[in-house]
């Protein structure tokens, strides 16, 4: 597909997602969820999940290195695929194409799709669940939190975060095979 006919068809996404999309983000004018979801897009910027992965041996000993090690590495081929995919893509984040989507947090990229954010959230709860299912008490919500954030603060439409998600499941499906 030619870049005109990609264009074509995120800017039919953006029409359509702008509802939802706009209705998330009216939660970011409340200061108590704007500041728990800012918070939650923080930690997922990488810091909960670097400490995740070096805390995981000190906690687990020999069983979690591993685990932490392949974190790693699916963290690092994450990465790589969401860089690709948005500069494929090049879908401009919600608050630059929509006035009425207030950013409620500052991004740390041009592009929207995917997130990158949900992605790892994601990736890295799977894995760590699947080996250590206790921390889930802990991860599930903060990943949910992390990936509702993004579109609440205006830095992502849904199908981002869905996106996201996707490519997070797969390579947490492929983290936990190794």
């Known amino acids: 597909m030619k870049a005109t006919g990609i264009n074509t068809v995120i800017a039919r996404f953006d029409a359509a997602e702008y509802g939802l999309c706009r209705r998330l983000n009216r939660g970011a004018s409340f200061a108590v969820p704007r500041r728990v979801f800012q918070i939650a897009s923080r930690l997922g910027d990488g810091l909960a999940w670097y400490a995740l992965i070096l805390v995981l041996p000190l906690i687990y000993g020999r069983p979690a290195v591993k685990p932490a090690i392949v974190m790693a590495l699916t963290g690092a ?72 954030s993004r579109v609440v603060l205006g830095l992502h439409y849904p199908s981002d975060v869905v996106a996201g998600a996707a490519i997070g499941a797969a390579l947490a499906a492929l983290g936990t095979s190794l």
Not at 80 to 85: E, G, M, P, R, T
Not at 95 to 117: E, N, V
């Open 77 to 148: 081929l994450g990465v790589l695929v969401y860089a690709l995919l948005k500069r494929m893509f090049v879908r401009e984040r919600p608050f630059i194409t929509h006035a009425a989507i207030d950013r409620a947090a500052a991004p740390l990229d041009r592009y929207s799709f995917p997130s990158g954010h949900t992605l790892h959230a994601v990736s890295f709860t799977w894995q760590a669940c699947a080996h250590f299912p206790e921390l889930a008490w802990v991860l599930v919500p903060l990943a949910a939190l992390i990936a509702g």
